[in-house]
C-alpha cells in the first residue's frame, strides 16, 4: 500500500500510537493503512531552521496588482538573509519580505531600498513593521 510516496509492506503490522490511531478515526481514515516511521537523518530539521535566525527583523509589506509582478519583486529582492511570502488578496498581491534589522538604521529607511526595488512593478507600499523571532531548536 502507498504511503507518502512509499510502500507498506505486507508485513508490517507495528502499531500505531493509540492516540494516533484515535485520531485517524476520528479524521474517518483507517488506522491498518496508516504506519508511523522514523525520520530520515536530518529531515526532521525545523521548517523555520532555513528561514530564520532568532533576532530582530523588519517585515516590508507591498501590494501588487498582477503576479508577475509580484514574482518579479520577489525574484529581485529575495536573497540570504531576506525571504519573502506572497498571498492571495482580492483585488492582487499582497507580498510580505522579512529581512534582518540593522543595527543602527531606523526602519523606515531600511525600508526605503524595498520601496525603490518594488518600485517599477508597481508596488502599493503598505509599510514596515519590526519584529523579533525566537527559533527554538529542540534536540531529541
Do not use: C, Y
Not at 36 to 50: D, K, N, R, T
Not at 71 to 87: F, K, P, Q, Y
Not at 93 to 109: I, Q
Amino acid at each position: 500500500m502507498k504511503l507518502f510516496g512509499g510502500e507498506r509492506s505486507a508485513t508490517d503490522t507495528t502499531l500505531l500510537d493509540p492516540k494516533i490511531a484515535d485520531a485517524l478515526r476520528k479524521a474517518g481514515k483507517d488506522p491498518s493503512k496508516f504506519t508511523v516511521v522514523p525520520f530520515e537523518p536530518g529531515e526532521a530539521e525545523s521548517p523555520l531552521q532555513g528561514l530564520f535566525s532568532s533576532g530582530s527583523r523588519v517585515e516590508h509589506t507591498f501590494f501588487f496588482s498582477t503576479l508577475n509582478s509580484a514574482l518579479s519583486a520577489i525574484e529581485r529582492l529575495v536573497e540570504e538573509e531576506t525571504a519573502a511570502r506572497i498571498t492571495k488578496d482580492k483585488d492582487g498581491w499582497l507580498v510580505a519580505f522579512d529581512s534582518p534589522d540593522e543595527t543602527g538604521v531606523a526602519g523606515a529607511a531600511q525600508h526605503e531600498r524595498f520601496v525603490t526595488a518594488t518600485a517599477s512593478f508597481g508596488a502599493q507600499d503598505r509599510g514596515f513593521a519590526h519584529l523579533t523571532m525566537n527559533v527554538n531548536r529542540i534536540k531529541k
